[in-house]
């Protein structure tokens, strides 16, 4: 049987301020406490709920009532008690909020002041930037510094800042190439074109920071374009610069004044075909106490599209104190190799290199090899981070934490249609983004386009069937977080640029401004319509062909733009061609003029073309020797480059050359240690450059060997590895000059021919000397946008009012004549194609006045008269570059360069009205704070300096 509960209930009461209190009684032994009420209730399970009733105790008989009398409480108190407690809440709630607020404010301004100048602070704003809200620029001036023009120079050079004179403004050195490059170019040039400086094809240039003025000019056997300006290599208080060029030029000048510290000389580690990159500093390995120096020589300028037979690239080390080379070993898949390489740091003091294989029509991958190992020559230890089964890595990456687990990660731009973040940690994919039937030679410039703490990149990719051809250019930035554009749709232009951008570090996240270039056609703005050439054009021709005069009878223009989340949409102009033709052709020099007063000054030249048995045996570009008339052939055809020094020659198909088997790779290059006394060794083997090919197919058209035997290695090189019947069929499309193979021979029994050509040339001179607007008044040149350009301090005093809104920036550009091609537009393909179709029964017909034509001449007439037909013909007018069987060294047409530094003033419209008190404008970063500032990174080894907190 279930018992009952019994709950009790006890209640005070307090009446007229008297308290009852009840006295505990002993009771039977248990201690009873009673008051003044009892509320009993019975629970019982065999009762329904409403039988429960209340019971009430009877009361002791024995209690007593104890009486406690108390002072009543104040009235006024009970009155405002409750007052007393709300207020005092509300205190607390509201002093929780000011926290709460005070602690979010605090955040967002340390967020957005992690990047403010060091001890200073915005002239005129008195308000504290933790209560301000601080905002990105969205007003850009620019203004001129100083401009220089020099005439017959080009670039596609990295600009370094050194301060060459010590006066505390940092100078910028840069290198160049001239208008008279290439192999086998006779010496004659130099004395028509530079003055009688020899050499006169290439160099590095030093130009006075604050006012521009050139401070020294050193000229070299061939381009320079791959500076490092790190150290100080002499220890004059100076920096140096290793100077990286083409064809095999590597050396170290002092910038104090222009002299040469050291050159990479004539060693079995090179080849003379084959380029250097931008070099990269290393620990030292030689025990000297200098840094020692890693290069990647390669690249096969020479080599048709497609061609199976492609020059393995090679690595190598370098005494920095003597340019002595330490080691060299071929790459480990063998392949071609155009790229820069990367040095990267582990926390443990290891050091890695960063290098890329393959070319523009060859796949290739992305390679690690610690720099003991290459030190060792264990290539093999070497591990592949990617790959692509149809093209190669050319392009320089961005080094740059992207996880934030204090590693960099590597963020490169695939030259097939791709960028790829991988981990710097595990080597994997974090992610990629395609840019389909496009390709690229530009490095991602790194910033903080949105408000994330995670760096961004502004990528630049051209659209088409693929170098030289192609229709447009895209540009758009990629979230770093994600992978995802931000920049959708990107911004288009129909010629567009291969230079690599810069970006602007500005206080605060997601306020930083990238600089870029773009170029297109006037009214014709980011067109997109396919295009072709006439069947037979060479590719260097279409390379430097006048795209907007042939697609739509336009004139170009050019655009250095800076681009941010602020600044107005499609970008804030910083340069425009358009409004600097007067300065870009005020120092240009009518070459034709020079040659013809070079002639009238030295008649010997007519007697030198006349005698048939006159040899002209100059120490030609390094001491090479030639055999051969003022008008043979060189290996230089007059035109500037039009693309990234990155990639392979793309050339013509290839005269009486056999077949070329499948491709092969095999053992063309080997590790040869410093040093090495190996009685195996044949230094010979190393020059087997494409072992599938019969000695014949390279064989020398000329008798020349060098200390090893090895026929033609320092002798011209083109000569060394192309039969002597190619006919100049060989071009270098990577490169501001067209290069091709040496047709090697006497003159015996060429005097009309020569005479000829000489008469020609002098009539040609007259009649240009004559016309009074003759060159770029006709036709204003072809400018090429390739170098990229860098940052510098601004030249205002700290005082200035202006100090913190600007900075400066330094760049170059060029012009050269264009060549005399023929596009094919889609109407005139069309005509094209309906013509062809009635091939047959016309060219059949007697009637016809196609008749007796094979289809090569069918085809050929029926263009010209499609083209005809829609007036889409190139005119006769105008001053082209010569083709490559028109080279005479008396008709070398140049352009000029020409050198800016601007300010850039950055300012925000919203501190003009009544509500500036509420914004702080985001001010720049100092110039040892940008992160970004010149090809390849601030510093030329492509890591981002991540912010300073």
């Excluded at 207020?87 to 967002?108: D, E, F, P, Q, R």
């Excluded at 050359?657 to 092969?664: D, E, T």
């Excluded at 300010?903 to 970004?932: E, H």
Aim: overall charge negative; proline content about 5%; glycine content about 8%.
């Amino acid at each position: 049987m279930a018992s009952a509960r019994v709950f009790f209930s006890k209640k005070r009461k307090n009446r007229n301020g008297f308290i009852n209190e009840e006295i505990p009684v002993v009771e039977n032994g248990y201690d009873v406490q009673e008051s003044d009420e009892d509320e009993v209730f019975v629970q019982d399970p065999h009762l329904e709920i409403s039988a429960s009733k209340p019971l009430m105790h009877p009361r002791t008989k024995s209690q007593r009532t104890k009486v406690k009398t108390r002072t009543s409480e104040c009235q006024f108190f009970s009155l405002f008690k409750p007052i007393f407690y709300f207020v005092a809440l509300v205190s607390v709630l509201c002093g929780v909020m000011a926290t709460i607020v005070y602690i979010a404010n605090k955040h967002t301004s340390i967020t957005n002041s992690v990047l403010v100048k060091q001890g200073e602070s915005l002239p005129g704003d008195t308000v504290k930037s933790e209560r301000a809200i601080l905002i990105g620029c969205d007003k850009l001036e620019v203004s001129d510094v100083w401009v220089v023009g020099i005439p017959k120079l080009l670039t596609e050079s990295a600009f370094r800042l050194v301060d060459v004179n010590q006066d505390g403004v940092l100078d910028v050195v840069l290198g160049f190439a001239t208008g008279a490059d290439g192999y086998g170019v006779k010496e004659i040039v130099c004395d028509i074109y530079f003055d009688g400086n020899k050499p006169c094809y290439g160099g590095l240039i030093a130009l006075d920071g604050a006012t521009g003025k050139e401070l020294w000019r050193r000229y070299t056997l061939h381009e320079i374009y791959g500076l490092n300006c790190q150290y100080d290599l002499n220890k004059d208080g100076v920096k140096d610069c290793l100077s990286a060029g083409r064809a095999g030029t590597f050396l170290a000048i002092s910038c104090k004044d222009g002299a040469v510290l050291w050159e990479l000389g004539k060693t079995e580690a090179i080849n003379p075909v084959m380029n250097f990159y931008t070099p990269q500093y290393i620990n030292d390995i030689t025990g000297d106490d200098i840094p020692d120096i890693i290069l990647v020589h390669g690249g096969d300028p020479l080599q048709e599209a497609g061609s199976a037979h492609r020059l393995s690239g090679r690595l190598m080390l370098v005494s920095g104190k003597t340019g002595e080379v330490v080691m060299w070993t071929g790459v480990p898949d063998n392949r071609e190799s155009y790229y820069s390489p990367q040095i990267i740091s582990h926390l443990d003091g290891v050091q890695f290199l960063i290098f890329g294989t393959g070319g523009e029509t060859h796949n290739g991958s992305l390679w690690r090899l610690e720099v003991e190992s290459l030190k060792q020559g264990l290539r093999d230890r070497s591990v592949k981070l990617s790959s692509d089964t149809h093209k190669g890595f050319m392009t320089p990456p961005a080094l740059v934490d992207i996880t934030h687990d204090g590693i960099e990660d590597i963020i490169v731009p695939m030259f097939n249609s791709t960028i790829l973040a991988l981990d710097g940690k595990t080597y994997r994919p974090i992610w990629s983004l395609r840019f389909p039937m496009s390709e690229t030679y530009s490095t991602p410039a790194v910033g903080y386009y949105n408000e994330d703490d995670v760096p961004d990149f502004l990528v630049k990719f051209a659209h088409g069937p693929g170098y030289p051809l192609y229709y447009y250019s895209e540009t758009t930035v990629i979230d770093g977080k994600t992978g995802k554009r931000l920049i959708d749709p990107p911004l288009r232009d129909t010629i567009g640029s291969q230079s690599s951008p810069l970006t602007v570090a500005m206080e605060g996240l997601g306020n930083d401004a990238f600089i870029v270039w773009m170029a297109d056609c006037a009214g014709h703005e980011g067109a997109t319509e396919e295009f072709s050439f006439v069947k037979g054009t060479k590719d260097h021709e279409k390379s430097r062909s006048n795209l907007c005069r042939l697609r739509f009878k336009s004139n170009g223009f050019s655009k250095l733009v800076a681009i941010s989340r602020t600044l107005p949409k499609g970008g804030t102009p910083i340069y425009n061609s358009e409004q600097r033709k007067t300065v870009e052709h005020s120092k240009w020099v009518n070459t034709s003029v020079e040659a013809y007063e070079y002639i009238i000054k030295h008649s010997e030249i007519f007697s030198a073309a006349s005698e048939a048995s006159t040899q002209w045996n100059d120490a030609d570009n390094g001491g090479y020797q030639f055999a051969e008339s003022l008008y043979n052939q060189p290996d230089y055809v007059s035109t500037h480059r039009t693309s990234s020094k990155k990639g392979p020659g793309i050339t013509s198909p290839i005269v009486n050359r056999k077949k070329a088997s499948k491709q092969n790779y095999n053992s063309r290059t080997q590790y040869v240690p410093k040093g090495s006394n190996n009685d195996n060794y044949n230094p010979s083997s190393s020059f087997n450059l494409h072992p599938n090919m019969a000695d014949d197919e390279y064989s020398l058209p000329y008798r020349d060997t060098d200390t090893f035997g090895n026929r033609g290695y320092y002798n011209p090189p083109y000569g060394a590895y192309y039969p002597a019947d190619d006919k100049a069929a060989h071009y270098n499309q990577r490169y501001p000059h067209a290069y091709r193979s040496v047709n090697k021979r006497t003159t015996t029994g060429s005097y009309p021919k020569n005479m000829m050509k000489l008469k020609r040339s002098i009539q040609l001179i007259n009649k240009r000397r004559t016309r009074r607007h003759v060159g770029p008044h006709d036709d204003e040149g072809l400018q090429r946008l390739l170098s990229t350009g860098t940052l510098a301090p601004t030249t205002f005093a700290q005082s200035h009012s202006d100090y913190n809104s600007t900075i400066d920036i330094i760049f170059a550009t060029y012009w050269f004549f264009p060549s005399k091609t023929q596009a094919i537009l889609p109407q005139d393909q069309k005509c094209i194609a309906d013509k062809l179709a009635k091939e047959g029964e016309i060219r059949l017909d007697p009637e016809s006045s196609y008749y007796q034509m094979n289809h090569d001449e069918y085809e050929e007439a029926v263009t010209m008269e499609c083209l005809k037909l829609s007036d889409h013909q190139v005119s006769e007018e105008g001053v082209y570059t010569h083709s490559d069987d028109e080279y005479n060294p008396l008709d070398l047409n140049m352009g000029q360069m020409t050198i800016y530094r601007l300010r850039l003033k950055f300012s925000c419209s919203q501190r003009d009205n009544s509500t500036k008190t509420k914004y702080k404008c985001a001010t720049v970063l100092p110039y040892t704070q940008q992160r970004w500032a010149g090809y390849m990174g601030s510093n030329g080894d492509s890591h981002w300096l991540p912010p300073m907190h």
